[in-house]
């Protein structure tokens, strides 16, 4: 069964419940993006101005109850790879508009949480046997914490959409959260020093100051880090996200908050060049626009050795897509969401996809998110190594954080986190 819900943004997004004959059950709550890739499977919206602003589900919970369901009644749950097959053939159309890639993941998600539940365990354990995993394979991520936002996230007073924090001085999942949470608070405290009183956060939790460039949030952070009583570099990096097919036009890099200035490819590598030269930043996500191939291979070129740089926008968690990437050596890593998919196996395809042509792949939320924090067992199921939730903040992110929380002490002494390796 399904029944629209709301997300974090206040918006309508679908919940699917899958019940056993044994009495097991599952559920799970479908996220979506603000900052969606071009190549995105397709949600399915209703468009009826007197509801929720056309953005209602009612359509695609609607495809649920009445086409998905009566094909699945009666297959057993724990045929994960039967059942998203399935899906996709029903729905037929390549972006899976036609159900929904919204109804599809629900049902995918659901019909998971319900097989562990008939097996009796924790959904962790059972997304590592859908992805053919051992629980030797399963690993603790390094969170990558959002700590101030611009672009879509938050008012597009930066144009680069996250600036992030990578922890990575943590021996343990717990110990790198305590210590983004202490460079959030002192975060919080350096921008009111600056005269950034009554700063309110973004979609993702991370705080939206009206800056007087994109620079001066890496330079803020920094301060933020030395404040908290950490090491630039050593105990804490940076991470961004630059989202730049947002602003990009006919051909060029148009940055608002820098002078307005329009960059070429050659000269948008140049920036985050000196910028990577400049700051401990680690990690670049969509540095180049989604469908500027030529860029991103400059800009492969100038940092891929030693920077990790994020496809997002770029793959959008699509196997076709990333395999073009691998072939053409753009990018060195892939984030992972698993609506910009739609089901759970063709997601646990691309993860494997990265990990065997020696990309990363990062765990990722969306910035209008829910409560299920069904990513969270996968980050750790498939090994991947890190995941980006958020902020430490707003309930629908840290029901994630809470949820690796309880992992780490599930698996106790066998808990292995997966410390930062460089590039």
Not at 6 to 15: A, C, F, H, W, Y
């Amino acid at each position: 069964m399904a029944r629209q819900v709301l997300d974090s943004r206040g918006n309508p997004t679908v919940e699917v419940e899958v019940l056993c004959q044994s009495g097991a059950s599952g559920r799970a709550i479908v996220p979506s993006g603000a900052s969606t890739g071009r190549h995105e499977a397709r949600e399915l919206r209703d468009g009826d101005p007197s509801r929720y602003r056309g953005k209602g589900v009612r359509q695609a919970v609607a495809n649920v109850m009445t086409e998905i369901a009566p094909r699945l009644v009666g297959l057993p749950a724990i045929d994960q790879q039967h059942i998203d097959k399935l899906l996709c053939d029903l729905d037929g159309a390549p972006d899976k508009s036609r159900l929904g890639a919204n109804a599809l993941l629900g049902v995918s998600l659901g019909c998971a949480h319900a097989a562990a539940a008939v097996q009796g365990l924790p959904l962790w354990r059972y997304l590592g046997t859908c992805g053919h995993l051992s629980p030797a394979d399963a690993l603790m991520p390094l969170p990558m914490i959002n700590l101030i936002s611009g672009g879509l996230h938050a008012g597009e007073n930066l144009d680069f959409q996250d600036y992030l924090l990578l922890p990575i001085g943590a021996r343990s999942y717990s110990e790198a959260l305590e210590m983004s949470v202490n460079v959030y608070r002192a975060l919080s405290t350096t921008l009111t020093k600056h005269g950034f009183e009554g700063v309110l956060v973004g979609d993702e939790g991370g705080f939206g100051p009206r800056l007087h460039g994109n620079e001066q949030a890496v330079q803020l952070i920094l301060e933020a880090i030395k404040q908290a009583g950490y090491e630039p570099g050593k105990d804490a990096a940076l991470a961004l996200d630059v989202a730049s097919s947002h602003f990009y036009v006919s051909g060029r890099y148009h940055l608002k908050a820098t002078a307005g200035v329009a960059l070429s490819a050659n000269d948008m590598v140049s920036t985050l060049r000196r910028w990577a030269d400049d700051y401990p930043i680690l990690s670049i996500e969509d540095g180049m626009a989604e469908d500027d191939w030529d860029g991103w291979h400059k800009l492969t070129a100038a940092l891929g050795r030693r920077v990790q740089l994020i496809g997002d926008d770029l793959f959008v968690t699509n196997p076709q897509r990333l395999q073009r990437g691998i072939q053409e050596g753009v990018a060195n890593s892939v984030l992972v969401k698993v609506n910009q998919i739609g089901t759970l196996t063709e997601t646990l395809e691309v993860v494997r996809m990265a990990r065997e042509a020696g990309y990363r792949a990062v765990i990722s939320a969306r910035s209008g998110e829910t409560e299920d924090s069904t990513i969270a067992d996968l980050a750790v199921a498939t090994g991947a190594g890190q995941i980006k939730i958020g902020s430490v903040a707003r309930g629908e992110r840290l029901a994630k954080y809470n949820q690796l929380l309880r992992i780490e002490e599930q698996m106790g002494a066998s808990a292995t986190f997966a410390a930062w390796q460089g590039k």
